[in-house]
């Protein structure tokens, strides 16, 4: 079976912790092609884990003939640079998430990509793996009644001032990085979008990104709460909380790829620990997008997805500056 091309622009730390590793083992496709602005570093990491080919330029892998998608791992301020060249290079484009800097971004990135007819998607990995399918299917069904509230807590420690997260001009913050999927998992869980948001922020004092980010929204009977930090010690969590029972997702984001995953469920028969086999919900992400492309199948996320999540970011910073109810 054909295995799509990937060709990777940048040689960040995320895609060497996380990504490179995954592609190893995909069905659908494979890396063959990573391009830096330093073109030593791209080909110190080709050679490392066999990646075929190296490039000193990000254009340069667009310009590969034999690419056939495109990854993109860069900050988020240069995402819709490189996703409209890329959509001019004629190649699909799985992008980290967030899509853009604004739903409007979102919105061009994605308009763009339609008219051209090239595969375009937002790349939120959680959303491939089992235990979430599970915990949504649950949700689906009607097992443990209907979602009342969901909270969401996501933070870490990063005190460097030089790295991306913590520079306001290249899309940082606590919002952007982490606050993205504590929107993203309520829309993902009930399948709809909150009307308005009401949020808290705590800027911080050195860097001038959002520190601390809270937020309420309104889904209409059922609300979502989040917080979400760059300045507290790594933790995070998911409390799914119904009218029948609950679930908690232990390690809903960055789940461990070497052990079980486990989520914790209460129902009126009492409540059960279910655990999940070793899984990589990246490399499920990256084979279900190539699928889609090989097939010419709807891509397994709607580009309309990214424009909502993004709306919902860009109303939850206006509530931040405003203190006030935010209409989505």
């Known amino acids: 079976m054909k295995k799509l091309k990937i060709g990777i622009l940048g040689t960040s730390n995320h895609f060497l912790k996380r990504i490179v590793l995954p592609l190893q083992q995909t069905n659908n496709c494979e890396a063959f092609a990573i391009g830096s602005r330093n073109i030593e570093k791209a080909e110190a990491m080709a050679q490392e884990f066999n990646i075929p080919m190296w490039y000193g ?21 240069m995402h819709k640079e490189w996703v409209e060249k890329s959509i001019d290079a004629g190649k699909p484009v799985l992008c980290e998430k967030p899509l853009g800097m604004t739903a409007a971004e979102a919105n061009q990135m994605v308009a763009k990509a339609q008219e051209a007819g090239i595969p375009l998607m937002e790349g939120f990995m959680y959303m491939f793996h089992p235990m979430w399918q599970h915990a949504r299917n649950i949700i689906k069904t009607g097992q443990i009644g209907d979602v009342q509230y969901i909270h969401t807590a996501f933070s870490y420690n990063n005190p460097s001032p030089t790295n991306i997260r913590n520079i306001p001009e290249y899309g940082g913050g606590a919002l952007m990085d982490i606050g993205c999927y504590a929107i993203s998992v309520p829309r993902f869980i009930m399948g709809k979008e909150p009307a308005q948001v ?30 979400v930090s760059t300045a507290a010690q ?7 909380v119904t009218s029948g029972g609950s679930i908690t997702i232990h390690i809903p984001f960055n789940t461990y790829v070497d052990v079980a995953a486990k989520m914790t469920v209460t129902d009126g028969m009492g409540t059960r620990d279910i655990e999940f086999p070793p899984a990589n919900a990246y490399g499920l992400m990256f084979d279900a997008f190539a699928d889609a492309v090989i097939n010419n199948k709807p891509l397994p996320v709607s580009h309309l997805d990214a424009i909502n999540n993004m709306k919902v970011i860009d109303a939850v910073q206006k509530s931040g500056e405003t203190n006030e109810w935010v209409k989505i």
């Open 198 to 227: 009401m949020a808290l922020q705590s800027t911080h004092p050195d860097f001038g990104t959002d520190m601390h980010s809270s937020s309420i929204m309104d889904f209409g009977g059922a609300r979502a709460t989040f917080s």
């Open 57 to 77: 330029s990000y254009q340069a892998v667009l310009d590969d003939p034999d690419v056939d998608m495109i990854y993109i791992p860069l900050p988020n301020h």
């Open 234 to 240: 790594a933790f995070q969590k998911v409390d799914i």
